[in-house]
């Protein structure tokens, strides 16, 4: 098994930034891929970014794209999102998981991740 464990959560202003950590107990084939997803009170679980430790691409939805940024430290067995120019909508309980090397649309999809972590609250004030 692989356990996951989120931090770096917290209230910003808008505009502001934040960066998430994620650290990983162990590295195994099903925790290849390392995404980050958020879920917002009466929402659906959302996809917001993810990279593989195998691969040097990272993939964004797009209402993140080009402000929020996921990267890795291999050595650490952890991976980061950093948030910039954050808005309200973006406030949610951010989610670290991870799975098996999959292919790109897959990489989307919360069916996917085999290990979840806890979540950690950001908070996005106007």
């Known amino acids: 098994q692989v356990q996951l464990v989120e931090s770096g959560g917290g209230l910003v202003q808008a505009g502001g930034s934040l960066r998430l950590s994620c650290t990983a107990s162990?590295?195994?084939?099903?925790?290849?891929?390392m995404g980050w997803f958020r879920q917002a009170p009466g929402k659906e679980r959302e996809f917001v970014g993810a990279l593989a430790w195998n691969d040097p691409d990272t993939w964004y939805a797009d209402s993140v794209k080009g402000r929020f940024t996921v990267s890795g430290d291999n050595a650490k067995n952890t991976v980061y999102l950093q948030m910039n120019s954050l808005k309200p909508e973006d406030s949610a309980v951010y989610y670290c998981a991870s799975g098996p090397p999959s292919p790109v649309q897959a990489i989307s999809n919360i069916v996917t991740y085999k290990y979840w972590g806890q979540g950690t609250q950001v908070t996005v004030s106007s």
């Open positions: 162990r590295r195994t084939l099903s925790a290849i891929v």
